[in-house]
């Protein structure tokens, strides 16, 4: 079984300051993860992916994470935030241990809020 | 290469009436994803398809919910006598292999 606990349910920073939102995960085997963005009313678009390649992974519009297994963590970062940013983040698992698609386990989601 | 397409974007139905969500995957793309987002909430997992197979239905209401993905043409999510509580945002994604790539959504509301 797989599971992904999301630490914040909002998270709040002014324009310029760093990122993170935390993703600690549970998964069988070695795991894909995945973070996804949606923003309101839109659909989800995959801002970056671990598939057991490098563990520090880069991403689209400045994000990256980086995969600890010994702390069974993918947490997500961005050195300086963007109104634009603003939106729902998902930290996703994918535990396809033959290498083919399986179902996507998605965490509860966090609400980043970017003020000026 | 289009992405992944679901229409309507948008359906409204009455307390008792069907309600059909359609899903064309990406070309080449032969495994099909669906999952529901209710208000507030994350997506939660309802089926996993590939051409004319139900892999893991684990997700899926017992009844009044139905899923295919044929031979030929989109995948279907069916909803049979939709209630109000069958109101919310239904995603479907497809993909070549772990990767996930998801559509806008149908956004069904039930009156």
């Known amino acids: 079984a797989q599971s992904v606990t999301q630490l914040d349910s909002h998270v709040s920073v002014s324009e310029g300051t760093p990122v993170l939102l935390r993703c600690n995960y549970s998964?069988?085997?070695?795991?894909?993860l995945f973070w996804y963005v949606q923003h309101p009313n839109k659909g989800l678009q995959l801002l970056l992916k671990?598939?057991?390649?490098?563990?520090l992974v880069k991403g689209i519009n400045g994000f990256e994470a980086e995969f600890k297994k010994s702390e069974t963590s993918f947490h997500l970062t961005k050195p300086s935030a963007h109104m634009s940013d603003a939106a729902e983040y998902f930290c996703?698992?994918?535990?396809?241990?033959?290498?083919?698609?399986?179902?996507?386990?998605f965490g509860t989601g966090t609400r980043l809020q970017v003020t000026l | 290469n289009a992405g992944v397409m679901q229409n309507p974007r948008h359906l409204v139905r009455r307390r008792g009436q069907e309600a059909r969500l359609r899903c064309s995957p990406m070309?080449?793309?032969?495994?099909v994803y669906w999952y529901r987002q209710l208000p507030e909430e994350g997506l939660k997992f309802m089926v996993y398809?590939?051409?004319?197979?139900?892999?893991?239905e684990s997700g899926m209401p017992k009844e009044r919910f139905s899923a295919e993905f044929p031979k030929e043409g989109p995948s279907i999510l069916r909803i049979q006598q939709v209630v109000r509580g069958d109101s919310a945002a239904y995603f479907c994604?497809?993909?070549?292999?772990?990767?996930?790539?998801f559509g806008q959504g149908t956004r069904l509301t039930v009156v």
């Open positions: 070309k080449g793309h032969s495994h």
């Open positions: 994604a497809s993909s070549p292999g772990r990767e996930a790539f």
């Open positions: 671990y598939t057991s390649a490098a563990t």
């Open positions: 996703v698992v994918s535990d396809g241990n033959t290498g083919t698609a399986s179902k996507l386990t």
């Open positions: 398809l590939q051409k004319e197979n139900i892999i893991d």
């Open positions: 998964s069988s085997y070695s795991p894909s």
